[in-house]
C-alpha cells in the first residue's frame, strides 16, 4: 500500500488566490512527521513546512500551513495568497519514527499558478 | 547559508562505464540519504547513512551500486557498470535524526 497519496496530479490556481493541495498518508506508527517539498522547474527540493503527529496545532511557515487531520490522515497544504514562484510540483513526504528514518514521498502535485 | 552540494551536477556517459556521485552534507548534520528521481518511480530511497554508518541501502541494487561515506564531509554514490535504466536524477540529502532532510541540488545521470 502506497505511505502517501497525492490524488491531483496538476493544479491551477489564479494569482493572489488561496490553494489546497491534498495529502492522505497510511502508517501504524503512532509517532511520524509529515512533510511538504517543493521542486521547481530547476529541480532541486526545497523543504517547506513539517508537522509531527503529536502537535496539536497546524503548523504554519509564512504563506504555507499544513491543515493536519488526525482522524482522516490527512495533510493537506495550503498555499495563501498564490505568487507566479508558487508553479512548481509539490511533494508530501512522511517519516516513521520505526524503521530507516527516510522519506516516504507521494508522487506529487504540479501548481501552475495563473496570472 | 549552509547547503548540501553534489557534484556532478550532470553526468553523460556510455553503458558500461563507472559513474561517481559525490555530496557534502550540511556541517553537523548526522544523517545521509540517497534518493534517486525518475518520472515512473517518482523519488525512491537508495541508501541511509547515520553518523556515518550504512544503515539501510536495501532500495540499492547491490550487484552495481555502492554507497559509502569516507568521512563525514563526503558521501559517494557508485555505480559499475552503468545502464540506460539507470538515467534518473539522484539526490544526496542530510539531517539530524528527529528533523527535515535539506536536499542537494542533485546529479542528472543519462546513461546511453
Known amino acids: 500500500a502506497q505511505k502517501i497519496t497525492q490524488t491531483q496530479p496538476g493544479m491551477f490556481v489564479q494569482e493572489k488566490e488561496a490553494v489546497t493541495l491534498d495529502c492522505t498518508y497510511d502508517t501504524s506508527d503512532q509517532s511520524y512527521g509529515l512533510f511538504w517539498y517543493k521542486q521547481p522547474s530547476s529541480g532541486e527540493m526545497i523543504f517547506l513546512i513539517y508537522q509531527g503527529s503529536y502537535d496539536e496545532q497546524n503548523a504554519t511557515e509564512g504563506r504555507y500551513s499544513l491543515n493536519f487531520q488526525k482522524a482522516r490522515k490527512s495533510a493537506n497544504l495550503v498555499i495563501s495568497a498564490s505568487q507566479l514562484g508558487d508553479s512548481a510540483m509539490y511533494f508530501c513526504a512522511m517519516r516513521e519514527v520505526t524503521g530507516a528514518n527516510n522519506l516516504f514521498f507521494g508522487t506529487g502535485t504540479r501548481l501552475t499558478v495563473i496570472p | 547559508d549552509a547547503r548540501v552540494t553534489q557534484t556532478p551536477r550532470h553526468k553523460v556517459t556510455e553503458m558500461g562505464q563507472e559513474v561517481t556521485m559525490r555530496c557534502q552534507p550540511i556541517l553537523g548534520h548526522n544523517t545521509v540519504f540517497w534518493y534517486r528521481q525518475t518520472m515512473m518511480q517518482g523519488l525512491e530511497l537508495l541508501a541511509y547513512?547515520?553518523?556515518?554508518?550504512?544503515?539501510?541501502d536495501s532500495g540499492m541494487p547491490k550487484d552495481r551500486f555502492s554507497a559509502e561515506m569516507p568521512d563525514a564531509t563526503l558521501a559517494t554514490l557508485k555505480i559499475q557498470p552503468s545502464e540506460p535504466r539507470d538515467s534518473a536524477v539522484y539526490f544526496c540529502?542530510?539531517?539530524?535524526?528527529?528533523?527535515?532532510?535539506?536536499f542537494g541540488p542533485g546529479t542528472r545521470l543519462t546513461v546511453t
Open positions: 547513512f547515520r553518523n556515518r554508518a550504512p544503515l539501510d
Open positions: 540529502a542530510s539531517g539530524l535524526v528527529t528533523d527535515e532532510q535539506y
